[in-house]
């Protein structure tokens, strides 16, 4: 059983930056890969980036490339969204998820465990 609590959204003007937090209570996020969803309203939930549970893969949507980046110190149970020049579309409740894959996917199905989300809003 993993437990996700997100932290760091926040209001910032557009071409500003934050940094979103991820941390995980239980024995196993080591183990797993680790994702980062997010959801505007009106809209699905979608993919933002993916990292597998030793940090050595990532992936990213097309939108946020070159401008996130996403991280994890397993000794820390944390993982990290850094984002940067950041957009109107950005703005949304931003949350992460893992397991049980050890190497994250772009499926949100996949993903087992889920955090309760943390809001972004991007001010023009």
């Known amino acids: 059983q993993v437990e996700l609590v997100e932290s760091g959204g926040g209001l910032v003007q557009a071409g500003g930056s934050l940094r979103l937090s991820c941390a995980a209570s239980?024995?196993?996020?080591?183990?797993?890969?680790m994702g980062w969803f997010r959801q505007a309203p009106g809209k699905e939930r979608e993919f933002v980036a993916a990292?597998?549970?030793?940090?050595?893969?990532?992936q990213y949507a097309d939108s946020v490339k070159g401008r996130f980046t996403i991280s994890r110190d397993n000794a820390k149970k944390t993982g990290y969204l850094q984002m940067n020049s950041l957009k109107d579309e950005d703005a949304a409740v931003y949350y992460c998820?893992?397991?049980?894959?050890?190497?994250?996917?772009?499926?949100?199905?996949?993903?087992?465990?889920w955090g309760q989300g943390t809001q972004v809003t991007v001010s023009s």
């Open positions: 998820a893992v397991g049980p894959s050890l190497y994250g996917d772009r499926v949100l199905g996949s993903y087992r465990y």
């Open positions: 239980g024995r196993t996020f080591d183990n797993y890969g």
């Open positions: 990292i597998s549970w030793s940090g050595s893969t990532t």
